[in-house]
């Protein structure tokens, strides 16, 4: 101040003084911004890689959710193709059933009369087997007369041949 007297050129000394210390500290500060700019270019760097991860996470994510979706429609197209070939066999049975059982009546017909011949032929067959009995019961009564009476008979000849001996040796004593 005292040396130039005006006030002018010791603002001028002071911008110097302080351009002085921007500049020192510019380059310090010029350092710093580059250390930060890398820093900057490496977390630029990483973020870029974390973000193409996102991306492919996210592209992943909807390929699964599109897999998981087409999963469920095949699953359903297979649900409903069987439900189709479940609803054509019902229908393929139940005409083999209508046929079974328009098969059904002729055969149970013919069982009936075979049952009724069956009953028919049993109660023949008792019969038989009734008259059989008695029969038998008859022969056997017959036959034990029969043999009674030819038991007889030849009690009745031997006293016959026993009387004609006497007689014939009383007519010889005679």
Avoid: C
Wanted: glycine share 2%; charged share 35%; hydrophobic share 30%.
């Amino acid at each position: 101040k005292s040396v130039s007297g005006t006030q002018h050129l010791y603002d001028l000394h002071q911008e110097l003084i302080e351009s002085e210390k921007d500049i020192l500290e510019s380059d310090t500060n010029l350092q710093t911004m580059e250390d930060k700019v890398v820093k900057l270019n490496e977390e630029v760097g990483r973020l870029e890689r974390e973000k193409k991860m996102m991306e492919e996470r996210k592209l992943y994510l909807d390929q699964k959710h599109l897999l998981e979706q087409k999963q469920a429609w095949l699953k359903f197209d297979n649900s409903r193709e069987e439900a189709l070939n479940l609803k054509q066999q019902k229908k393929e049975i139940k005409v083999q059933l209508a046929k079974a059982k328009k098969d059904e009546g002729p055969v149970k017909e013919q069982i009936s009369s075979l049952d009724q011949d069956l009953s028919r032929n049993e109660q023949r067959r008792l019969a038989l087997q009734t008259a059989a009995n008695t029969t038998f019961r008859h022969y056997s009564s017959a036959h034990t007369k029969a043999e009674k009476y030819q038991d007889q008979i030849e009690d009745l000849q031997v006293n016959l041949t026993e009387i004609d001996t006497i007689h014939r040796r009383a007519l010889l004593k005679v």
